[in-house]
């Protein structure tokens, strides 16, 4: 292996952990706007899906480039397949957040009926789902990979609840029907930032272990059963 081809695989890690931290960060304050109710914040995250941008082609780049110029062969191999995915769930992530401060600053401020909703408890679901991703990535962690995995089922169940109780909240009052569908949207964008955390896992998974388990997660549960045995 040339040390070129080491410092451009240094390089690509190095450019998709920061992208990873830019987009953890867009989360947080994501969560924050609408919690704390805070508009304020939503300024500082359009602006700085300027950043996640800018890293989305940075990484793009880095990778074509080293697919053009080598033949990376096994996990480097998979390392670069998985990299194009995970920049790509990355972004749309940052994306993500950027709308939910967004849909936020059309109400302005925490509904009444806030504390019926689950938001908070998807919130921290969705936070610790991605901060796993990242962590499973960061360290090549394929246990901590399959637990986010795992968590995305929870998320989902949890959504439907929601998704429920806010239906009921509109029935109840018209008055709440505006407020009430941007929370809906707002929720819906949380869990479909579970649904890119649990894609980035999967790439993890599959970078480590050499195995997809992408719309297959019996086979992946019932080799955990296999090896208790």
Same mark, same amino acid.
């Not at 408890?121 to 960061?138: E, T």
């Given at each position: 292996?040339?040390?070129?081809?080491?410092?451009?695989?240094?390089?690509?890690?190095?450019?998709?952990?920061?992208?990873?931290?830019?987009?953890?960060? !867009?989360?947080?304050?994501?969560?924050?706007?609408?919690?704390?109710?805070?508009?304020?914040?939503?300024?500082?995250?359009?602006?700085?899906?300027?950043?996640?941008?800018?890293?989305?082609?940075?990484?793009?780049?880095?990778? !074509?480039?080293? %697919?053009?110029?080598? !033949?990376?062969?096994?996990?480097?191999?998979? %390392?670069?397949?998985?990299?194009?995915?995970?920049?790509?769930?990355? +972004?749309?992530?940052?994306?993500?957040?950027?709308?939910?401060? +967004?849909?936020?600053?059309?109400?302005?401020?925490?509904?009444?009926?806030?504390?019926?909703?689950?938001?908070?408890?998807?919130?921290?679901?969705?936070?610790?789902?991605?901060?796993?991703?990242?962590?499973?990535?960061?360290?090549?962690?394929?246990?901590?990979?399959?637990?986010? &995995?795992?968590?995305?089922?929870? %998320?989902?169940?949890?959504?439907?609840?929601?998704?429920?109780?806010?239906?009921?909240?509109?029935?109840?009052?018209?008055?709440? &029907?505006?407020?009430?569908?941007?929370?809906?949207?707002?929720?819906?964008?949380?869990?479909?930032?579970?649904?890119?955390?649990?894609?980035?896992? +999967?790439?993890?998974?599959?970078?480590?272990?050499?195995?997809?388990?992408?719309?297959?997660?019996?086979? %992946? &549960?019932?080799?955990?059963?296999?090896?208790?045995?």
């Amino acid at each position: 292996m040339n040390r070129l081809f080491d410092k451009q695989l240094i390089k690509l890690r190095t450019r998709l952990i920061k992208m990873c931290s830019i987009v953890d960060e !867009q989360v947080d304050l994501a969560v924050k706007v609408v919690e704390d109710a805070d508009t304020g914040l939503a300024a500082l995250i359009v602006k700085r899906d300027e950043k996640v941008d800018e890293y989305d082609i940075k990484i793009d780049k880095i990778c !074509q480039k080293i %697919l053009a110029l080598n !033949q990376p062969i096994a996990m480097d191999l998979r %390392l670069i397949m998985s990299a194009l995915t995970i920049n790509t769930n990355l +972004e749309r992530i940052g994306d993500i957040a950027v709308n939910i401060a +967004e849909n936020f600053m059309l109400i302005g401020k925490r509904p009444e009926f806030f504390n019926r909703i689950k938001f908070s408890s998807m919130a921290v679901i969705v936070r610790d789902m991605l901060k796993n991703a990242i962590d499973s990535f960061i360290e090549n962690d394929a246990g901590l990979a399959k637990r986010v &995995i795992y968590t995305d089922d929870r %998320l989902d169940k949890l959504n439907v609840e929601n998704h429920k109780i806010i239906i009921d909240i509109m029935k109840e009052n018209k008055d709440y &029907i505006e407020d009430a569908v941007a929370m809906l949207v707002i929720c819906r964008q949380l869990e479909r930032i579970g649904d890119h955390a649990t894609n980035i896992a +999967e790439d993890v998974y599959f970078i480590v272990e050499a195995e997809m388990v992408k719309h297959n997660y019996e086979k %992946l &549960i019932m080799k955990d059963d296999d090896d208790d045995e």
